[in-house]
């Protein structure tokens, strides 16, 4: 496909509709298994780290405490989740993955498995080589455009107060 930059308008449209099929309702709701993103998320994170704390989860999905709480308690009543009290000290709470949580996060795992090793196996050597290459420059421009949010977000307002 040939990318008409003078009609970029048309041409991400177009784009859009040849690849929409990889955000269909069916091959999310495969993936995710009736997850939302940051669950998903809160999941993996669990999954690596065995066991966090409320903040490591607010920092880790960039969001305020509050908002962390309502997911963890929604994952909670799911039975993905659940929070224990440190035995050494009552008032330090952890999270950690349930059993179902474990199966949730391995099936998860099973279907990109699956979905990426039918794209690879799709590829040459050098196409694989150059997917990677502008995977790279996607995610540093991701990153970079990230980075120059969370400055503007994090400058201190000065309120005059008369």
Not at 139 to 157: D, P
Request: hydrophobic residues 40%.
């Amino acid at each position: 496909m040939k990318i008409d930059f003078d009609n970029i308008e048309n041409s991400f449209f177009e784009i859009f509709d040849q690849i929409k099929v990889l955000i269909s309702q069916d091959i999310w709701e495969n993936i995710l298994l009736n997850c939302t993103k940051n669950e998903m998320l809160v999941l993996m994170l669990l999954y690596r780290g065995s066991d966090v704390n409320m903040t490591q989860i607010a920092d880790y999905l960039s969001i305020p405490l509050n908002t962390a709480t309502g997911i963890v308690t929604r994952m909670e009543k799911k039975d993905m989740i659940e929070r224990v009290r440190s035995t050494e000290d009552k008032r330090v709470v952890t999270i950690v993955l349930t059993d179902a949580g474990k199966s949730q996060i391995n099936a998860m795992m099973s279907a990109f498995m699956h979905y990426g090793q039918k794209f690879i196996s799709t590829l040459s050597a050098d196409e694989l080589e150059t997917a990677g290459a502008i995977l790279d420059k996607v995610i540093t421009v991701l990153q970079e455009e990230s980075n120059k949010e969370t400055q503007r977000k994090s400058t201190v307002r000065k309120i005059v107060i008369e």
